[in-house]
């Protein structure tokens, strides 16, 4: 078995030619080769393309772009020298404003395919900066001794490896042009082999940096992390095992923050989720207060509430706000945020949304106004409380547009809502990542 695997190893990449037919809904060209469908990495629209196949199946398969022989005109050149083979982005080969007009038709096609809905007003997209929007990220780490150096960033597309690169564009620019001194400092450790992984999280006050550690540092390691923190102008932290392991490396750090509009002020943790894209998301929040235009007399539900993102600023200008959310740690976080602005009216639940409800007494309360924020599966599991709730409005945010449209589906054909109005947000510029929002009314 083993030497079958290293002939098929060794056999020569198989290509084939194809014109591009549509765009999938993750940004990948869809072709017909021998009658099957072929997704293909890097083609756009109306080309003619050379590719490589990555994965053969009975009804269909993949593959990748190398050679392109006819172009499309909204193609460019990369911005990113190493965007052939980072994986961090999959759009950078399509005009920026190209991009957010595909993510539209991708959203629209998903409405019409799985929701069965048509004829959609839509918002103008939201938009912002194209490079040095990514304020939070996960990045790689891997001593590689065949280059001589220890690799920071994203894996290779389509690849378990960490791609060798230099600098990443998308990164706001206090990490991202700083990636080779993130490489000589965990390579001047000496566990430099036992560090997998630094999360960044850059705010409006500081940029933390938590470096993922399988083995204790030594009193040298933390001279050197101490220097780089002093001289970089990074707050450090460590974390040994799961998120309550992380500490900081000297000494108490302040919260980190970033102000959202209505005046105010989100604190999080290093590991706590906040959107990537801090324009984009205050942006959003905007179109949230200006759809909803909340007065004293509303009383609102926000589902899938997290830190008070959307709570918070809502509370600023709503009668009462009640924020849901399934983790502990996060609804006692919401809880200080609201503290700390100063709101009494916003009042914070444990709950888990992706089954039934308790029968707790936020749920038998009525809310004229929703807002719900699911992760990527969606939220069908709660749809159906909305009737009891006599939700007049309800504004969905989605980070996938194939669960929005399937419940979009579900309000509208079960519940009675109507789907007012819909549209995108490039939260993820060069990538195939769909951010949207939608307003039901009933």
């Known amino acids: 078995m083993a030497r079958r695997r290293n002939r098929q190893k060794n056999l020569p990449p198989e290509t084939a030619k194809a014109t591009i037919e549509s765009m999938a809904h993750d940004g990948r060209g869809v072709a017909h080769v021998d009658a099957k469908a072929v997704f293909i990495a890097g083609a756009l629209p109306g080309e003619e393309v050379v590719f490589q196949y990555s994965k053969k199946k009975k009804d269909y398969a993949e593959g990748r772009v190398t050679e392109v022989l006819s172009a499309s005109a909204d193609r460019v050149e990369p911005g990113c020298p190493h965007y052939g083979i980072c994986g961090g982005c999959s759009f950078q080969h399509l005009d920026p404003d190209k991009q957010i ?163 105010v002020t989100l604190y999080f943790g290093p590991s706590d989720f ?68 100063g709101l009494d009216n916003a009042d914070f639940h444990v709950a888990n949304l992706m089954e039934t409800l308790p029968n707790d007494d936020w749920v038998k309360q009525t809310y004229n106004k929703v807002l719900i924020d699911p992760p990527r599966l969606g939220a069908k599991e709660i749809l159906h409380y909305l009737p009891k709730w006599k939700a007049k409005q309800v504004l969905y945010i ?26 995108v947000m490039d939260m993820f510029p060069h990538t195939s990542h769909v951010e949207s929002i939608a307003l039901f009314e009933k």
Request: one cysteine or more; charged letters at 25%.
């Open 101 to 263: 007009l595909a993510k539209q038709t991708i959203l629209i096609e998903q409405f019409k395919s799985i929701g069965k809905l048509e004829n959609i007003e839509l918002w103008p997209a939201l938009t912002g900066q194209h490079w040095g929007y990514r304020h939070r990220a996960r990045l790689g780490v891997k001593n590689v001794e065949k280059k001589g150096r220890v690799l920071v960033g994203f894996r290779e597309k389509a690849s378990p490896f960490l791609a060798e690169i230099e600098q990443c564009d998308v990164l706001h620019s206090a990490v991202g042009k700083r990636l080779m001194d993130l490489s000589a400092l965990v390579g001047s450790l000496s566990i430099k082999d036992k560090v997998p992984q630094i999360e960044l999280s850059i705010c409006d006050n500081r940029t933390a940096l938590v470096f993922r550690i399988m083995e204790p540092l030594s009193a040298e390691d933390v001279e050197v992390l101490t220097a780089f923190e002093s001289t970089g102008e990074v707050d450090i932290y460590t974390q040994s095992k799961g998120p309550d392991t992380i500490k900081p490396l000297t000494g108490e750090k302040p919260p980190l923050s970033y102000q959202l509009p209505n005046d």
């Open 274 to 341: 906040v959107q990537v894209n801090v324009d984009i998301n205050r942006k959003m929040i905007n179109r949230a207060l200006d759809t909803l235009q909340l007065t004293k007399d509303d009383k609102v539900l926000d589902l899938f509430c997290g830190l008070g993102n959307f709570t918070l600023p809502m509370a600023r200008v709503a009668g009462q706000v009640t924020g849901v959310e399934g983790s502990d740690e996060l609804i006692r976080r919401a809880q200080q945020n609201a503290d700390k602005n």
């Open 398 to 423: 989605s980070c996938n547009p194939s669960t929005l449209a399937r419940d979009a589906a579900i309000m509208v054909n079960e519940l009675g809502y109507t789907l007012k109005k819909a549209g």
